[in-house]
């Protein structure tokens, strides 16, 4: 793959029309899909897999063996290990981590990684740290600095440490019901959505 010289510090594969900075290491043997950005001091590890149209934020860490859907914005410090799964359109805020083993320890020769399945258009806040081995179903919210530990429902909104359920997200991002009980039927948004 031949690379276009840039005066703003990116590298253009032009077949693939990737943008990678500079400052940004993409190892061999990693896949970037068509159109992703890979930004200042990022790392994408070897055998992961990234789809097309992603942007991936300053000083973001992408592990081997991380699959990434399409249109999935990873922002600034954020960190994904091996065993994580985010499908199309899943948006991860500022310095949220994703951890891949239930006991750590500095010398633990026989650690499995645990996985966790990010469904699609779910959204993960700022400083939020999702606890491995569960899923965040398609269009859930974890608001900024909550500490996940169980899998959340369609469309469910939790928040704090640890997490807990606060209520129900539109698709478009707008809070659509308040209430902690069972997901109701979809109460209209000012989006013009009529269902979850």
């Known amino acids: 793959m031949t690379e276009a010289s840039t005066t703003d510090g990116l590298r ?3 077949e693939a029309a ?3 900075h500079e400052t940004a290491i993409v190892e061999d043997g990693a896949a970037l899909g068509e159109g992703t950005k890979v930004w200042h001091h990022s790392h994408v590890r070897a055998g992961a897999s990234i789809g097309a149209d992603c942007v991936l934020g300053k000083n973001v860490f992408v592990d081997e063996g991380v699959v990434i859907g399409n249109r999935v914005k990873l922002q600034n410090n954020v960190s994904v290990y091996n065993g994580v799964t985010l499908a199309d359109e899943v948006f991860v805020g500022p310095s949220a981590v994703f951890t891949n083993d239930l006991l750590p320890r500095a010398d633990n020769p026989g650690w499995t990684v645990v996985t966790t ?3 699609k258009g779910a ?4 400083n939020a740290t ?9 269009w859930s ?7 996940v530990t169980k899998s959340t429902e369609d469309n ?3 928040a704090g440490n640890p997490a807990r359920r606060m209520g129900w997200m539109c698709r478009c991002g707008v809070v659509a019901s308040r209430t902690t009980e069972a997901r109701p039927v979809f109460p209209g948004c000012e989006c013009g959505r009529t269902e979850w």
Do not use: D, K, S
């Open 123 to 126: 959204a993960i806040g700022a």
């Open 117 to 119: 399945a990010v469904g």
């Open 156 to 158: 469910e909104l939790v």
């Open 141 to 147: 919210t974890v608001a900024a600095g909550a500490v």
């Open 18 to 20: 990737v943008l990678v």
């Open 130 to 138: 999702i606890v491995c081995g569960l899923e965040l179903r398609p």
């Open 12 to 14: 253009l594969p032009r």
